[in-house]
């Protein structure tokens, strides 16, 4: 759904129904590719690295340098989403648009913020715990 924000922001963008003369260029898209290879780094990682380091996984350290780059990817999240405020904030917030224009902004956000969410329960929900999982093999 976020991508879908954003894309329908960009196409409106570029539209005759905009009416004013503000577009979504490259500035814009920063945030989201951010958030985007936050998302990609995030659900890279398995929950079992994350754990004590076992004679499982090659090498030693294996646990904190998972945890490094699951910070880094949850941080070039939270910086995505920050960036969309801000560009919102400056481009869009600071002059008298109308709310046609403002539009931009607030999907750039809303798409940020559903790509961070969406991201959160996907690496949740691939490492649940398998407790509850029934073993009907003979």
Known sequence: MGF???IDA???SHSILNGSFVHINFVDWI???CSILGMIVINSIEKTRLSADSFSYSGNGVAWKARLVLFLGFALMAGG???SVTVMT???LLHDYTLRTMYMGIANVVANGLVMLSSVVLWVSQNMEDDYTYNLAL
């Open 4 to 6: 879908f924000f954003f």
């Open 10 to 12: 960009s196409v409106f």
């Open 31 to 33: 945030p989201l590719l």
């Open 81 to 83: 989403l920050a960036g």
């Open 90 to 92: 400056l481009k869009y």
